[in-house]
């Protein structure tokens, strides 16, 4: 009885491993990056780019030498607090739906199908190109950009992905 007893606890403690048990599969707001989507706005004599952080909160970059930095020193400098005068709130957001969009894009960003669908042919007219981007960890701990979405010589350029191309619509409202 005592050997069957203690078979039937390791099998349902086994079981539970197996299938993650307790496991939460959401993404916490400290596994967020402090800057978690981007916009990039460029033009022959301009270049506009403005940030959405983990808050919701949504800031314009003003700084030329800010523009200019890879996204791994912008989100550290962000984090520090660094930035004073080189940005501007220009949006408070809500954080519980910056989170539910960045949960979205992080559970895409894993798939195959998040590449944008290039066009065969664009219009032959100048006009700023424009793109929205998603913050995440690649393999190696280092932050990176994922185009969600281009708008370049006036035509709109898509994800393969249903849920990317949702984060986008939200996005495109925030920023």
């Known amino acids: 009885m005592e050997r069957t007893l203690t078979a039937f606890s390791a099998i349902i403690l086994l079981i539970g491993c197996c299938t993650g048990c307790g496991r939460n599969k959401t ?9 978690v ?19 919701g909160n949504c800031y314009a ?16 400098s962000f984090a520090q607090g660094r930035l004073g005068k080189d940005i501007k709130l220009i949006k408070s957001g ?37 793109a929205w981007y998603g913050i995440c960890s690649n393999e190696n701990d280092k932050l990176e950009k994922v185009c969600i979405h281009e708008n370049k ?20 409202d925030k920023l």
Not at 98 to 127: C, H, R, W
Not at 160 to 171: A, M, R, S
Request: charged share 30%; hydrophobic share 35%; aromatic share 8%.
């Open 27 to 35: 993404i916490t707001k400290s596994k967020m990056p402090d800057i």
């Open 37 to 55: 989507f981007m916009y990039c706005q460029s033009s022959e004599d301009s270049f506009v780019s403005k940030f959405c952080d983990k808050n």
């Open 153 to 172: 010589c006036m035509t709109d350029v898509y994800s393969g992905n249903n849920d990317i191309n949702d984060v986008y619509d939200w996005l495109s």
């Open 61 to 76: 970059i003003i700084s030329k030498d800010v523009k200019n930095m890879d996204i791994n020193e912008l989100n550290r």
């Open 94 to 130: 809500d954080r519980d739906e910056v989170e539910k969009a960045y949960t979205k894009f992080d559970a895409a960003s894993k798939q195959d199908n998040i590449g944008l669908i290039q066009p065969t042919e664009v219009p032959a007219v100048e006009a700023p190109s424009m």
